[in-house]
């Protein structure tokens, strides 16, 4: 069968984390003749495509899609992420799903014209001696950010032409990655299943990493950390409030700068408000919340408009079904609501954010 593009056979097994051994069972050939195809020295006839496509669950369309296949960047791979406990199958997985929305965003886009309010600047680290918190300062005044707090980071990240999209990672330890492919907007992807002030410290992680990184270095995640917390808390203005820190003083503070309490002691630390001594007791103290600090200090997560709006447009002004939105997506209808968490009831079509 001509018109199939191999890679995303691959991509199939992976999105659904089966072993080569495992499809070829499933569609009744044999584990060679899989290798084969997914290496380009085989091509399938229509009736392999058939069994694979109904052993993955994925239209036949799904493999005929002309899109070219993305690596994972550089700071998700375990040589930059250190303690890393993610493991190679769940790595390649969400690497197919990432590479299924970047095609669903492709298409979606085509209805409509996104247009940024903000620029997106871009930053050489190291024509600012090296330091991330100068470029956090440069960025807040080119988006005519006020002082103090920042309301709603999301918001900002949005205007300036990137894509926030809520993702679950397989249920892995990834906080969140950023795809900039060509033609497309910078994509931001964040773990939905983390609190509101870990996914807001990652967005600015991420953003920092779009601003300062087109070239991956060691130190790029350190850098990007550093960005994130002088995004959030510029030294200026939270400075004065981190004197005498104590715990109930940073219990009270994480709301008011919608970070966590590791944040804003971190940030104590680095602007010398607390002693080598003074960190070490707190962070004793704040040992039984070091995985999920008081539910009381909760705060509502950020929620991304653009996206959903994109789905929205769809469905609900152009009159797309799950069906025929699956259609042009080319996946079927359960997996539109695994991914977009979209319903369709008694004609009522619902968008959950």
Known sequence: MSGINRELIQVGRQLRKMSQTELARQASITQGFLS?????????????????????GLPESFFEQPDRVYGLPVSVHPMFRKK??????????????????????????????????LPLPEFDVDEYHGDPEEIAGLVRRTWLIPRGPIDNLTDYVEQAG???????????????????????????????????????????HELGHLIMHRIPTPTME??????????????????????????????????????????????????????????????????????????????????????PELLRLHMDELGYSIDELGSILHVHGADMNQFYHIQEKGGLRLVKS
């Not at 380009?40 to 058939?50: L, N």
């Not at 926030?164 to 299943?193: E, H, K, M, W």
Request: charged share 25%; glycine share 4%.
């Open 36 to 56: 084969k195809i997914e290496q380009g020295v085989k091509e399938p006839d229509d009736d392999t495509v058939t069994r694979l496509a109904d052993a993955l």
């Open 84 to 117: 890393s406990k993610v493991g190679v199958k769940t790595l390649d997985a969400i690497q197919a799903e990432l590479n299924v929305r970047i095609m669903h965003i492709r298409r979606l886009i085509k209805a409509v014209d996104l247009e940024a309010s």
């Open 162 to 204: 990137v894509l926030v999209i809520d993702n679950n990672f397989s249920g892995s330890d990834i906080d969140g990655v950023t795809l900039a492919v060509p033609g497309l907007p910078p994509c931001i992807f964040l773990n939905s299943d983390r609190p509101a002030d870990r996914r807001r410290f990652t967005l600015a």
């Open 222 to 307: 350190d850098e990007a950390n550093a960005f994130a917390s002088a995004l959030l808390m510029p030294a200026s203005d939270i400075g004065p409030q981190l004197n005498r820190t104590t715990l109930a003083k940073l219990a009270s503070l994480k709301r008011v700068w919608k970070v966590s309490m590791a944040a804003l002691l971190m940030r104590a630390k680095t602007l010398g408000k607390v002693s080598p001594n003074q960190s070490s007791y707190l962070w004793r103290q704040m040992g039984p919340y070091r995985k999920r600090e008081p539910a009381q200090l909760d705060f509502a997560p950020e929620k991304p408009t653009v996206f």
